[in-house]
């Protein structure tokens, strides 16, 4: 197990350029949330995957955003026409299979800085 | 609207001392409520997490302490050494729908001082 995998860890990029996250969770693990944190704030909910279906996206996710999970395994989440406030580290959490199983573990995350 | 809130902002504690973090909540259908340490650039790591069935609970020196009736629970440290000068985050969530995802507070950075 060598937890949750995101890469990667810095990216800088021209506003207006497209980006793209990668994410491995923990294998077991069914559930794959994606969050984002900005400077001197928590955490804040993008979406969720079960398996290969994403089941909930957050109002923060505007139509520039968008996540994958192909097979139930690793996630993507690109960002189109990135702008200086999409500048954020974005995070990404697994949790396991059974509900009750809430410990949901945080990849080292992805720092993106547009300029 | 902000669902958890976190106080307070910073916190100055000197070793050995006990460190105090509480945090409060709005939605009632919240049953779990886990804190996170983070350290600069890295991402949020779980500490300790409690639910509702219980007003206490203590992994070695640190415990979570919750009041169910307020709507409040509150990190302590005990014998805070400089290693646990970081962020800490309060969180909370609703398991009973599946989508077990976290509402975060906005987090509190602790520094041990010798």
């Known amino acids: 197990d060598t937890g949750v995998s995101q890469d990667p860890r810095h990216k800088i990029t021209k506003r207006g350029q497209n980006v793209t996250f990668r994410c491995d969770p923990i294998?077991?693990?069914?559930?794959l949330y994606w969050y984002r944190q900005t400077l001197g704030q928590g955490p804040e909910f993008l979406t969720y995957f079960q398996n290969e279906a994403q089941l909930e996206k957050s109002r923060l996710l505007s139509d520039r955003f968008s996540a994958e999970r192909p097979k139930g395994s690793f996630s993507t989440l690109e960002i189109q026409r990135t702008e200086q406030g999409d500048s954020a580290m974005y995070l990404c959490a697994s949790s396991g299979r059974n509900r009750g199983n809430t410990e949901a573990f945080f990849g080292q995350g992805t720092r993106l800085t547009v300029v | 609207q902000q669902q958890v809130k976190q106080s307070p902002q910073s916190l100055i504690v000197q070793k050995g001392g006990i460190s105090i973090i509480n945090c409060a909540y709005e939605?009632?259908?919240?049953?779990?409520f886990p804190w996170y340490q983070q350290f600069p650039g890295k991402g949020p790591a779980l500490l300790i997490a409690i639910r509702p069935d219980v007003s206490e609970k203590k992994e070695g020196r640190f415990t979570i302490s919750f009041n169910k009736s307020a709507k409040q629970f509150s990190l302590h440290i005990m014998d805070s050494q400089p290693g646990d000068s970081a962020t800490y985050f309060c969180a909370a969530s609703s398991t009973n729908f599946g989508n077990e995802k976290l509402t975060f507070g906005t987090g509190t950075r602790l520094t041990i001082i010798p």
């Open positions: 294998s077991e693990h069914n559930r």
């Open positions: 939605n009632t259908a919240f049953d779990y």
